[in-house]
């Protein structure tokens, strides 16, 4: 009895660590919805009126885009990701939120 209930609390824990693994992505996660939103708002605006934005825009949103692509994979994905690089996502979202903020005063859109 006793080697069953040392199998068992070794089971117990094993499945705890599993559960504890790595940082929490769910920040990273609200940061990239809510980037990723308003840079759509902007794309679709930009590809419905190109002629009224500049090419240097367009290689802004396609850079913008891809990162965007890759970084949805990750978070999305089962590999882990560091404490570090989840603080840079969320960095680079608020850039993208700043960028988004520019191009919406400079071009009028609402």
């Not at 605006?45 to 090419?55: G, H, Y």
Request: with cysteine; aromatic share 8%.
């Amino acid at each position: 009895m006793k080697k069953i209930i040392s199998m068992l609390l070794v089971m117990v824990m094993s499945v705890s660590l599993v559960a504890c693994g790595g940082p929490d992505k769910q920040p990273a996660i609200d940061a990239f919805n809510e980037a990723s939103t308003a840079f759509n708002e902007v794309a679709v605006v930009m590809n419905e009126n190109p002629d009224a934005f500049p090419d240097e825009a367009f290689d802004v949103m396609t850079q913008m885009s891809d990162i965007l692509s890759q970084h949805k994979a990750l978070l999305e994905g089962d590999q882990e990701i560091s404490e570090e690089k989840l603080n840079e996502m969320i960095a680079w979202y608020n850039e993208v939120d700043e960028w988004v903020a520019e191009v919406k005063a400079e071009y009028g859109i609402e």
